[in-house]
């Protein structure tokens, strides 16, 4: 059984970054894909970034050139480094592998 475990989150200013951290349990971490959600206000939970067991990554128009997805297999962390960020990633951000969500965690971005 996987258990995903998100941190990093918190208050920033347009323009400013942050790194969010997904730590994972479980044996399941070392197979397939693995990727960030986010669910803003009102709004449904979209795909931010994903990342293979190879190495591939695949981002959301939005986020392109501005977020950064990575995963370290000695750790079992998947990371999501945010730069530029804009009022409108603010969203609850979610780690998902192996049919798993996590908890989330609250990102605001104030203008």
């Known amino acids: 059984q996987v258990q995903l475990v998100e941190s990093g989150g918190g208050l920033v200013q347009v323009g400013g970054s942050l790194r969010l951290s997904c730590a994972a349990s479980?044996?399941?971490?070392?197979?397939?894909?693995m990727a960030w959600y986010r669910q803003a206000t009102g709004k449904q939970r979209e795909l931010v970034a994903s990342?293979?067991?190879?190495?591939?990554?695949n981002y959301a128009d939005s986020v392109k050139g501005r977020f950064t997805i990575s995963r370290d297999g000695a750790k079992n962390t998947l990371y999501l480094q945010m730069n530029s960020l804009k009022s409108e990633d603010t969203a609850v951000y979610y780690c998902?592998?192996?049919?798993?969500w996590g908890q989330g965690t609250q990102v605001t971005v104030s203008s």
């Open positions: 998902y592998a192996a049919r798993t």
């Open positions: 990342m293979s067991s190879g190495g591939f990554a």
């Open positions: 479980g044996t399941a971490f070392s197979f397939g894909l």
